[in-house]
């Protein structure tokens, strides 16, 4: 008899049994059978049966009536709700013709009185209900593999494959709900209508793997920019829509912004460059009588127009409502020389922690600007550098951040952030005016942000040697997502290296994430970098970066910043 076929005639049974010498005896006398040999596990309560059978390593259940946490029927009816597809035999010391029809009335295969069957009896009842559910087992699972099966071609038939983001099939869906309700509810409904500006050059010049990578990074900015109740789909090609329900007309300059601002701060480094971004958009609110998709798309695409006429990387509005161009123009052009001057720059701090014991034990301090639009330091410092000021604003929020670090206690450590391009362009002298002086030894950390870095990153050792030289820690941060690169931790050799988010977001529920992760810790610890992980969320992800040995972490597991 090969393995396999042994492990295929081996019924594992499990005895829920609350008595030591019931259990043994009942173990001995399984064992001594002349037929199908038996795999017995053997537990004294209802809970830990459900414990154990859903680890899906069992055949048959040989149910007591009377355990600690279960009287009458009370454990057949919790082990079914458990695992509905394992036979359950009641074998008790209770002769009582009613309970034991109320038992096969309620799914127990047989009802067993110890002392009255004999061992042979009870290896029948065993065989004669396995077989008898094998049936139903079996077509429980062929169901349960169809359902799946249903549920992936129909969620593929409303999916674009390469973003996931919804197929025009499943945008006709979402606008069909979102019309009855603009007919019937009156109910406000942006359409945003978003083209990648000269993308047949990217597939051009670096191929289409490369753009379809690019394309899937702008999905996933897209996705950012969206709430839960909107959709986003890809329509073909580089174009994408997104519809916004309860979105009022005041708030689409808002969104068509920050989208803007999205597409503009993607990038993918490749052998052969770095392929850069922007996109035109056509913005308009949803009307009753534009209900197929071909219909919005008709409207959209003369928006689209003028924006690429009027040069790309833009946003184009319908109607009067929208028609504020200069004036947020202006804006954006008050914003920027108003962060250049350090005015209307707010800083906040996150605590860092020490994961052992969840102590603050240092602060990183991240700049905002509250003017509704561009607060998130994503799209103001995105629109800093469309308008040639980010090395300005830049330095200014080194400075506020490093005045707000003055008002905490001294035995903490705190953590700036500073573009490459700030390093490259204001010599290390004139940034070192900014910290005190003496520089505290290891009381500041400098981040660089590794999606920053272009190119070869050796341009940047020069201001590394100099504030490691003047006390201060370097940081290499976003480590673990998109632009990777080894040869910028090799090259910097970061004191600290800080795990991106996106790498700790979900650790609970994938082991592949934990296998990543544990891949870039070996590497931070080879060359004796400190290690920060970002974006702890919730309880169980601390607890797996407790146990992966992780020094230090930031999220909002301890409050947003503020």
Known sequence: MTTTDRALSVTRLLLVEDDPQDARFLQSSLRRSDGAPFEIAHVGTVADACDFVTLGQTDLILLDLGLPDATELDGLTRLQRCVPEIPIIVLTARDDKALALEALHGGAEDYLVKGSVDRDGLLRAIRYAVERHRGIRDLARVTRELQQANGTLERLTLLDPLTELLNRRGLQQALSTLIEKVRNENEDVLVLLIDIDEFKKVNDTFGHAVGDVALKEVARKLKTCIRLVDFAARLGGDEFMLLMPRARTADAIRVAERARLAVASTRIQHSDGVVQMTASIGAMMLGPDTP??????????SLLARSKDDGRNRVSYAGQQFDDSDQRHDAQRDMCESLALGRHLLTVKQPIKRLSDEETVGYEFLSRYSNGVYEAPDNFFRLCSERNVLTLVDHQCLRHALRAAADLPEDCRFHVNLFPSTMLAIPAEHILECFPDPVPPRTFCLEISEQQIIGDPSYLLPAVHALRDAGILI???DVGFGNSSVESLILLEPDVMKIDKRCVIGLAGSSSR??????????????????????????????????????LGQGFLWGRPA
């Open 292 to 301: 197929s998709v071909d219909e919005v798309l008709s409207r959209a695409h």
């Open 514 to 551: 934990v296998e990543q992760l544990t891949r870039y810790l070996r590497l931070a610890r080879s060359f004796g970098a400190e290690i920060v992980a970002e974006g702890i969320e919730q309880p169980e992800e601390l607890a797996i970066l407790q146990d992966l040995g992780v020094e």
């Open 475 to 477: 940081a290499i941060d």
